[in-house]
């Protein structure tokens, strides 16, 4: 599955930006995806992910402030991000995963969308 991302930007804090991610096929056989991100000199981090059964879990870090959903019939993916801080910044990534009847997860990977937050 391809998976385009987009939405990113600049913004002040505590500012708002909805990121997207549209995917090539039915998202229906799709196990889950999730939003990472990366800042410069950091490790990827899992921001929110979202389970074929609706489930969503978030990093500590943006817990009530992003809310991650999804849209089984336009195979899309959104993040909105409220009250956006300056340690949010850094380069977002759309994941999606399958995971095969041996156990065995496959990764597919977006662009990344780079979101700014600077006044």
């Known amino acids: 599955v391809q998976l385009q991302a987009s939405g990113g930007g600049s913004v002040q804090p505590g500012g708002s930006l909805r990121l997207s991610c549209a995917a090539s096929?039915?998202?229906?056989?799709?196990?889950?995806m999730g939003w990472y991100r990366q800042a410069p000199g950091k490790q990827r981090e899992l921001v929110a992910g979202i389970t074929s059964g609706g489930s969503t879990n978030y990093a500590a870090s943006v817990k009530g402030r992003f809310t991650i959903s999804r849209d089984k019939d336009q195979n899309t993916m959104d993040l909105q991000m409220n009250n956006l801080k300056p340690e949010d910044a850094a380069v977002y990534y759309c994941?999606?995963?399958?995971?095969?009847?041996?156990?065995?997860?496959?990764?597919?990977w977006g662009q990344g969308t780079l979101v700014t937050v600077s006044s």
């Open positions: 994941n999606a995963y399958t995971v095969s009847v041996w156990g065995v997860r496959y990764d597919y």
């Open positions: 096929r039915s998202i229906s056989s799709i196990n889950g």
